[in-house]
C-alpha cells in the first residue's frame, strides 16, 4: 500500500512552499497576539485585588456564556489570561485550520489541479497525507512557540507546565478542525460545502458548550471547544483535553483517507441539491440578480448582527456592579451627569453595533466592482440595461440592508437587555438610538458608490474611512483625541442617544452628503471605461 | 499498451460509458473522437485510476488502472483540455513541479524543457493566473512532452492553441511516434485526428460505434463538393459512391466517398469546372453514415 503515499514528501514541500508566508503569518501572529494581550492584561489589574474585582465581574452566566468558565477563586494572571483569551485563540486558529485544509484539498480538486497532480505517479492519498503533515508541523511549531515563550513571560502564576498546556490546546484544537475539514473535504462535492460545514460545526460547537456551561454540563462535555475550557490552563492543568482532540484528529483523518481511498476524483457523498430549472420572474431583473448573488451572505450576516445584539444585551443586567470596581471603563465612558452608565454603555454598544452593521452594505455595494473586475458585468450590460439603473440597483440594496442590519442589531440588543435588566428596557429608546445613525451609514455606501465611479481601483479606501471611524469612535474617549479628529468620519456627528439629545439637522446633512456622494459617483460610473 | 473491455460507468442512474472497448498499440497514434458529453473524459479519468469502473477492466502496460495507478503514471503522462494551474506560480514553477512528481531529472529532461518551451514560444516566467487558457495548456504540454514518457495520453490538448501552435503539437506527437511511443488524443473534430492517427475509435453516448485503421473507416469519410460547371452534368446518378446529389443547372453540390472521388472529377472535368469547393468530412456526417448503415435506430 505504500503506494498509496507515493510522493507525499513532494507535495508536502510544494504546499509549505506554497503557505510559507500565511503561515508564518499565522505562526508569528497568534502567538504575539497572546503575548501582547498578557502584558495588557498585566499593565490594567497589575494587583491580585483589581484582578479579583474583574473576577466578580466575570461572575455570571452571560459572561460564562461567552467565554467560559474559569478559575475565579484564583484569579492569577495565568488564569485571567487562559479565562478570557484562550477560547477565542482557539476558535482563530480553528477556523485558520478548517481554510488551510479545505482550500488545499476539495479546493485544489474542485479547480480541477489535482487532476493533473493525479495523472503524475502519485498516490491517490500522498496530496491528503502531505496534508496531514503540513497541519501537524503547523499546529506543533504553535503549540510549542506559544507554550515556551508564555513561559519566558516574566510574570506569576505562569509556570511552565501551564504555558506549555496553553500552546497544547491550542495546537490540539487546530488539528482536531483540521481532521474535521479533511473529512468533510471528502463528504462534500465542493470547496465552499466542505469550508461551510466544517465551520457550521466550530460554530455549533461553540454554541453547544456556551449552553453547556450555564445549564446541561454533559452539553460542554461533548463540545470539542468545551474541552478547551476543561483543561483547566493554569489552574489544574488537566492534559487529557489535548489527548481528546488528538483521538478526534485522528479519527477525522482516518476517516477522511478511507473516504478518499475508495472515491471518484472529483466526486462527494453528500450530493449537491440540483439547482432551479428557470429563473424565478425576482431574479430576472438586475436587482433581483443582485439581491440572489449576496442571499446567503445576508442572510448570515443579518443572523451574525442579532447574535451581536443578542450577547451584548445580555451581560447588561451585570453591568452596574461591574463598573463600579472598573476604573477604566469609567474613564473609557466618561462620566455623564443624569445618566445611568448602563445608559452610556448601551450608547457606546449602539456606535460600535453601528459601524459593525456599515459592513455588509458597504460589501453589497462594492459588489458592483467585485462583478465588474471578475468579468461578470459585460453579459449585464450588454442587455438592455443601462449603468445607471445597474448602479441604482445595487445601490438600493445597499440601502435597505444596511437599514435591516442596523434594526436586527437594535432588536437583539433590545430583546436581551430587557430580559436580562431588572427594570424594563425601552425599546423605542434603544431603536431610534441605532437608527439614528442610519444616515452615517448612508454616507459610507455613498463612499464607496464613489468611488466606484471615479476611482474603482482605490475601492478599498472606504474599508480604511470605516476602521478610521472605528478607532476614533471607540477609543476616542481613551485617548482624548480632539474633537476634529472624530469629526473626519460620520459616525463622528451623529448624536449618542440616550446621552446625547437629537440633532435632526445634523441627519438631514448627513443625509445630503451621502446623496452627494452617491450622485458623483453615478455620473462617474456612467462616464468611465468598464474594466472587464 | 492500453486496453479497455466492456467497461462500465455509471453516475447515479445515468450511464456515462455501456461496454467500451478501445487498444492502443505500442508506437501507434489513437485517435478518440466523439462530441461533448459522449464519455471521452470519463473514459479517460478511468484509465488514469481517478474514477472506479463499476464493470469491465482498463489496463495499461498489462497493470490494472485503478489498482497499480501509480507504477503506471510514471510512464505515461497526461495533457488534460482545461489545465487548471495555481494563479500565483509561473509557469515555469508548475512544469518543475510536474518533473520533479514525475521523478523526471538530469540534464536530459532539462535540455527538452528548454526546447520545448522554445518550439510551444512559453514564457515561463509569467504568473499563471496571466496566462490564457492556451499558455495553460502550452505549460501542460511541456511538462509532458518534457517528460520521457512511453505513453501520453491527451484529452482536446489542443482546443485553446492557435493554428501555428497545432502544428508544433502535431510536430510532438509525430517524433513520439517515431520513437516508438504511444498516443491516446482525444478529440471532437474529426479532420484535426485524422491527419495524424494510425486508428480512430468513434464513441457516441458512452458506445464505440465504429472503430479501426483510417483505411476501414474510409467508408465513413466523405468529401463534400460544390462544384460550377461550363455545361451541365449529366449521368451522375450512375456512379457508386455519390450521396446527397442536388443539381440546379450548372451548379452541383454532392458527396462522395473517398474513394470515389477520382472517379467523380474524371467523370466531371470534361464538362469545363468553373469552380471547385470542396470541406472535409465532419463528425456529424460520420454520424448521419452510421445511422443510415445502422438503418436509422
Not at chain 1, 445607471?388 to 436581551?416: D, E, H, K, P, Q
Request: aromatic share 10%; hydrophobic share 45%; charged share 20%.
Amino acid at each position: 500500500m505504500a503506494s498509496e503515499f507515493a510522493r507525499s514528501g513532494i507535495l508536502f514541500r510544494f504546499i509549505m512552499k506554497k503557505e510559507r508566508f500565511r503561515s508564518l503569518l499565522w505562526l508569528v501572529g497568534v502567538p504575539c497576539f497572546t503575548f501582547i494581550i498578557t502584558f495588557a492584561l498585566d499593565d490594567l489589574y497589575p494587583t491580585q485585588q483589581a484582578r479579583d474585582g474583574m473576577a466578580e465581574g466575570m461572575r455570571n452566566p452571560a459572561m460564562t456564556a461567552m467565554v467560559g468558565p474559569g478559575d475565579l477563586d484564583h484569579y492569577t494572571l495565568g488564569a485571567m489570561t487562559a479565562h478570557q483569551m484562550l477560547l477565542f485563540t482557539a476558535i482563530i486558529v480553528g477556523l485558520m485550520n478548517i481554510l488551510l485544509v479545505t482550500r488545499h484539498t476539495r479546493g485544489d480538486e474542485e479547480k480541477g489541479r489535482m487532476e493533473i497532480i493525479q495523472s503524475l505517479p502519485v498516490g491517490r492519498l500522498s496530496n491528503l497525507h502531505a496534508m496531514l503533515l503540513m497541519v501537524c508541523v503547523s499546529n506543533l511549531l504553535l503549540a510549542l512557540v506559544t507554550g515556551f515563550g508564555l513561559a519566558t513571560l516574566p510574570f506569576d502564576g505562569m509556570g511552565l507546565e501551564g504555558s506549555l498546556l496553553y500552546g497544547a490546546v491550542l495546537g490540539g484544537i487546530g488539528l482536531f478542525f483540521a481532521g474535521v475539514a479533511a473529512l468533510f473535504a471528502q463528504l462534500s462535492g465542493s470547496n465552499r460545502g466542505a469550508r461551510g460545514y466544517a465551520i457550521t460545526l466550530l460554530v455549533i460547537a461553540y454554541l453547544m458548550r456556551g449552553i453547556g456551561d450555564v445549564t446541561v454540563e454533559a452539553l460542554s462535555w461533548i463540545s470539542p471547544l468545551g474541552w478547551v475550557t476543561k483543561a483547566q490552563v493554569y489552574a489544574h492543568n488537566d492534559w487529557w483535553p489535548v489527548c481528546l482532540m488528538f483521538l478526534g484528529s485522528a479519527i477525522g483523518f482516518a476517516g477522511a483517507y478511507y473516504l478518499h481511498s475508495i472515491r471518484d476524483l472529483g466526486a462527494g457523498f453528500l450530493n449537491e441539491r440540483p439547482g432551479r430549472k428557470q429563473a424565478s420572474p425576482l431574479l430576472r431583473t438586475p436587482i433581483g440578480l443582485a439581491w440572489r448573488l449576496q442571499r446567503t451572505g445576508t442572510i448570515a450576516w443579518g443572523i451574525g448582527m442579532l447574535l451581536i445584539g443578542l450577547s451584548y444585551g445580555s451581560v447588561l443586567g451585570e453591568l452596574e456592579s461591574f463598573f463600579q470596581e472598573n476604573e477604566m471603563m469609567k474613564q473609557f465612558l466618561a462620566e455623564a451627569p443624569g445618566v445611568s452608565l448602563t445608559e452610556q454603555f448601551i450608547s457606546k454598544i449602539i456606535t460600535v453595533m453601528a459601524i459593525l452593521a456599515t459592513v455588509p452594505p458597504v460589501m453589497a455595494m462594492n459588489k458592483l466592482y467585485g462583478e465588474e473586475k471578475r468579468n461578470r458585468i459585460e453579459p449585464v450590460l450588454g442587455r438592455a440595461v443601462s449603468r445607471t439603473r445597474l448602479m441604482t440597483s445595487y445601490g438600493l440594496l445597499s440601502a435597505g440592508n444596511g437599514f435591516v442590519m442596523l434594526s436586527l442589531a437594535a432588536i437583539g440588543l433590545w430583546a436581551a437587555g430587557t430580559a436580562a435588566m431588572e427594570g424594563k428596557l425601552a425599546f423605542g429608546m434603544v431603536y431610534s438610538a441605532a437608527i439614528a445613525f442610519y444616515p452615517a451609514l448612508l454616507v459610507m455606501i455613498g463612499t464607496s458608490a464613489m468611488l466606484i465611479g471615479l476611482l474603482p481601483k482605490w475601492n478599498a479606501l472606504v474599508w480604511l474611512y470605516l476602521f478610521y471611524s472605528f478607532i476614533v469612535v471607540y477609543l476616542g474617549g481613551l485617548f482624548q483625541f480632539p474633537e476634529w479628529v472624530a469629526q473626519i468620519s460620520p459616525f463622528g456627528h451623529i448624536p449618542q442617544l440616550p446621552v446625547e439629545e437629537m440633532d435632526v439637522s445634523k441627519v438631514w446633512l448627513l443625509t445630503a452628503v451621502a446623496i452627494l456622494l452617491a450622485t458623483v459617483g453615478w455620473m462617474g460610473y456612467k462616464r468611465r471605461d468598464l474594466h472587464g | 499498451m492500453l486496453k479497455t473491455t466492456d467497461l462500465v460507468k455509471r453516475f447515479g442512474k445515468f450511464t456515462a460509458l455501456n461496454g467500451v472497448n478501445i487498444e492502443v498499440n505500442q508506437g501507434e497514434i489513437y485517435g478518440f473522437i466523439g462530441p461533448n458529453g459522449a464519455g471521452k473524459s470519463t473514459t479517460i479519468r478511468i484509465l488514469l485510476g481517478m474514477l472506479k469502473a463499476d464493470a469491465g477492466e482498463a489496463k495499461i502496460f498489462g497493470q490494472d488502472a485503478w489498482k497499480e495507478a501509480v507504477q503506471i503514471h510514471q510512464r505515461m503522462a497526461y495533457v488534460p483540455g482545461d489545465v487548471n494551474l495555481w494563479p500565483r506560480l509561473t509557469g515555469g514553477e508548475v512544469i518543475d513541479l510536474f518533473l520533479s512528481l514525475r521523478g523526471s531529472r538530469g540534464k536530459q529532461v532539462r535540455k527538452r524543457r528548454e526546447e520545448l518551451m522554445e518550439r510551444f514560444q512559453l514564457d515561463p516566467t509569467k504568473k499563471c493566473a496571466t496566462y490564457s487558457k492556451g499558455n495553460r495548456q502550452k505549460v501542460a504540454l511541456v511538462a509532458a512532452f518534457a517528460s520521457d514518457a512511453d505513453l501520453y495520453i491527451l484529452d482536446e490538448p489542443t482546443s485553446g492553441l492557435d493554428p501555428l501552435m497545432e502544428r508544433v503539437f502535431q510536430e510532438c506527437i509525430l517524433e513520439a511516434k517515431r520513437e516508438g511511443k504511444s498516443v491516446l488524443l482525444s478529440s471532437h473534430i474529426l479532420s484535426e485526428v485524422e491527419k495524424v492517427c494510425d486508428r480512430i475509435a468513434i464513441i457516441r453516448q458512452g458506445e464505440i460505434i465504429e472503430s479501426g485503421t483510417l483505411a476501414q473507416l474510409r467508408h465513413l469519410t466523405r468529401t463534400h463538393l460544390q462544384i460550377e460547371t461550363r455545361q451541365p452534368v449529366s449521368g451522375l446518378q450512375a456512379l457508386a459512391g455519390i450521396h446527397h446529389l442536388e443539381q440546379k443547372g450548372h451548379t452541383l453540390a454532392l458527396q462522395v466517398d473517398a474513394d470515389e472521388l477520382d472517379r467523380v472529377i474524371q467523370h466531371v472535368s470534361p464538362y469545363g469546372i468553373v469552380k471547385l469547393e470542396s470541406a472535409p468530412p465532419t463528425l456529424e456526417d460520420v454520424f448521419l453514415r452510421h445511422y443510415e448503415d445502422a438503418g436509422g435506430r
